[in-house]
């Protein structure tokens, strides 16, 4: 007889039940074959044994025969819906494949069954956290402290929990009453520690600082808190935020053990009442006399002298930025332009700057074919003008920059730095091609220099030259990786996918740019997914301060400049393909030769792959492979078919949809929102979405383009969506563009306010584009962007090439013959029969002996 | 005579190897009147002679290089300076002499084989550079006659030192 409870279905017989008894304990040691072996018995008396059967698939899945493991579970969850186990494995299994939410549901139906088990439990309180459902983590926390309440950890996880939900104050509860109950600290316990900092944190948080330095003072008294830098920033903080007479001692105390963190410098300063980012007149001379004292008090600290920069103004800043660049100049610091870049924000500073260094340039200046004065640093000299090269180059004055970094390169020719940023000039000025060629020869003067050769491939992806850059990049990935690409994939390297994604996207090349974008994405969702296993480790190892900071990071993941940036430039790509669907065919047709030969290769990589794997001893039986699926391996080496699969205006929305929040000040984001949203024809959103970038710059061409495409699709629906929706779009789109003007006069009216402004004639051309208005007027409309009065930028003028082609203009060449002697050394606009050419200079094949003739050979 | 120069405080030096070849091409293509032959920039980076196969660094920034190879005959084995060249603006601050003395103590240093002499070929138009080395010992042991192909005067001396083996030297 069963024991009461158990349906029938379920129970087996003694000899049976023992057996599966004993496939969870195989199973448990990962005694992998064994398991298997003792199912298979049970499952030849009762094949239809729900708990076995998913115990099966479970096992076979470790064993690596996913396929296989995940149809018995399915089918053992058929037989025994009401099994703890059968759900639990699921759940297992969909935890996995990285499927959150459904292993969520399978873990609360194993909790149905199985109210109490610790383990499933645990698991949910992971998947909750994950998901983010904090309310229902409160729930499971407390179901896991009532039942072990003996577990330091529970008793935090619980805190955690209340405070992920919101509730701070029930965390401090029970943070309260975990300390009244805990028992036998040993001294210097670094749990107790983190535990009690938490509190403070608590604390703080709660605005009671009060309570929170008595906390943190005795605590740090009794050696409870043990982490020392700790607590004398949360008491410099603290003491601050009180008023305390205290703070400033707290607050140099700081300094005295680091005298580089801008942090403690501004906390010392605001605790003075002066707001480094916000100055009076008052609160600057004091900001500055108390910079100055710092310096006095650590001479070899760079921090004070910096920030005093930013606060100095006029003779001060003079008299403090003199020797501030002189001292670095002589050491030879090559960051030094990136230091002080963020004082060009204010232009007298950007003057005296440059009067200063040019001053110091004089004095240092000599031939490069003779000895140097002995007064005089040669290696000063050379870093002075990379300094003022940088310098004018960031102020568009690129041909004096030129001839600064041609001083120098003939002065010392041996210098990486002049190289790289003589190619950096170039690239913009518009010559991708020459800048690549420096920088090339800059990674020639030093192979080993990994930095040299990462800016080499993509200054080469910049010139459109891809397989070239992998070559470069190839010569410092894993030598056992099956591409470079795929290395550099592995290796979550943004800066190439970025790159190469862009270099594919200006090549025309629509299916590997999406494929790339496609790995960034998958980048930050194994970013997302890459927090899981904290969610266990940083409670049971009370590291919960630190974790609460990687949420908080986590939730903001995809603000990142990086996936903003592809998110945007893939939904173009998609939005395109729903435009125009035939891009997805012809671009596969197109595949040039040096793909084809790409595609082949990688087949026959992956051909040696399985034949090895063929080859290798079958006695891996017993491995355990894990329960995460392995990556799937790339069937679509070129892209094609993830550019033609189906709905790209649904993927689209799906890459944009976490810019909706985290890139709320992006404008560009918010036109690619309204793309994707108008043509899915959620015209509430699309207009939201204009009206966001309105609010950030009423005047951005790209918005202007878009005002008039949406009145027109709005103006021009045969049927409006509904009563609601029309209600809700009429009268803010009004505001936007003003009912009595015509589209036409909309639009003539935003050229005449900004007529010279490039972008804004680019903007003016397409919006006729859209009007329907004839190809000619549409040319000449963009060709006045040519005037000698209109401000064009290179950007701009790259951006009216493509459009031109796009138009199937005629007249492509002649805008490009009128670049020309507008950006003089830019190669962009070369004829395009002289691009093959100019690409494949792009290469340095070996450093460029002089021109001198040398008639003499020595062997 | 050199006491009124800056002294050489931040002078360094490390072999040259395959990956900062580009480096050695790039002083030489700007430093000497000859073109170099692939054999020689093979030649140089063979891993037992990187004692004597220098770049020279002034303040972390190459400013020059220094390469010999090992000639043996007759069982004895004598160190020939093929390149010794400082970067114009970067002379006469000693850098050379250093760098000459670095590699004379290297010479001095070495086992095996040991190095008996030190000797190179200089064209017979350049005085600064014969006394240069004169000041550090080296005396004209010979002329090659028409050493030189292409550029005039052909003709070179010989200018050669006698190494006194490390232990040996302490010892005196």
Known sequence: MPPAGIPASRALPSRESTLFKEVLHYYEDRQLKKGLKAADTILKKFPNHGETLCMKGLILTHMGRRDEGLELVKQGVRYDLTSHICWHVFGLIQKGQKNYEEALKSYTQALRFDKENMNILRDAAHLQTQLRHYDALVETRHTLLRLRPQLRQNWIALAVAYHLSGNILEAKHVLEQFERIVKNVPDYDVEMSEILLYHVRVLEELGEHTEALALLDTSAKSRAIIDRVAIMEFRARLLSKLGSSEAQQAWQGLIDQNADSYDYYKGFLSNNGIDIDALTEETQSQALTTLRDFAQQFPRAAAPLRLALTVATGDEFKELVEPYLRSRLEKGVPSLFTDLKALYRVPEKRDILESVAHTLLDSLTHAADAPCPPTIDPTMYVWTLYFLAQHHSHLGQHEKALELLDTAIAHTPTLPELYMFRGRVLKRCGDPFGAARWVDQARLLDLQDRFLNARCGKYRLRAGLVEESVEVFGLFTKKDAPSPSQDLEDMQSLLYLTEEADAQLRNGNYAMALKKYTAIQKVFDDFEDDQYDFHGYSVRKFTVNIYLNLLKWEDTLRSHPQYVHAAIEASRILVRLHDDPSIATSASQALSDAEKKAKKKAKKAEKKVLEEAKKAPGTATNEDKGLDASPPKDDDPDGSKLLQAPEPLERAAKWLKPLNTLAAGNIEAWIAIYDVAVRRKKYTQALQALTHAHTLDADSPTLHVRLVDFKKRWSSLAEKPSENIAAAVSPSLSKLVPDELSLERFNSQYLQNHSSRGDAILATAQALRILDAPREEVESAVFSALNADVELRLETAVAIDSFLLELKSPRVDEFRAGCQPRFGLATLFAPRAELPELRKNAIQRAIAETNVEKDEVIS | ?172
């Open chain 2, 1 to 172: 005579m050199s006491d009124s120069r800056p002294t050489p405080t931040r002078v360094s030096f490390a072999a040259v190897t395959p990956n900062n070849l580009g480096t050695v091409r790039k002083l030489n293509s700007v430093l000497f009147p000859i073109k170099y032959s692939e054999k020689f920039y093979s030649d140089i980076v063979q891993p037992d002679l990187e004692d004597f196969c220098q770049l020279i660094y002034y303040n972390d920034i190459p400013v020059g290089t220094m390469c010999c190879r090992v000639e043996v005959k007759d069982g004895v084995a004598k160190l020939y300076l093929m390149t010794l060249a400082v970067l114009a603006p970067y002379r006469s601050r000693g850098i050379g002499s250093q760098s000459l003395k670095h590699l004379v103590d290297t010479a001095a240093a070495h086992a095996k084989p040991k190095i008996s002499a030190i000797y190179l070929h200089v064209q017979v138009s350049n005085e600064d550079a014969k006394r240069f080395y004169a000041r550090h010992g080296f005396t004209e042991v010979g002329l090659y006659e028409n050493y030189y192909k292409k550029i005039t005067p052909h003709d070179a001396w010989i200018l050669q030192r006698d190494i006194q083996p490390a232990a040996a030297a302490e010892a005196t």
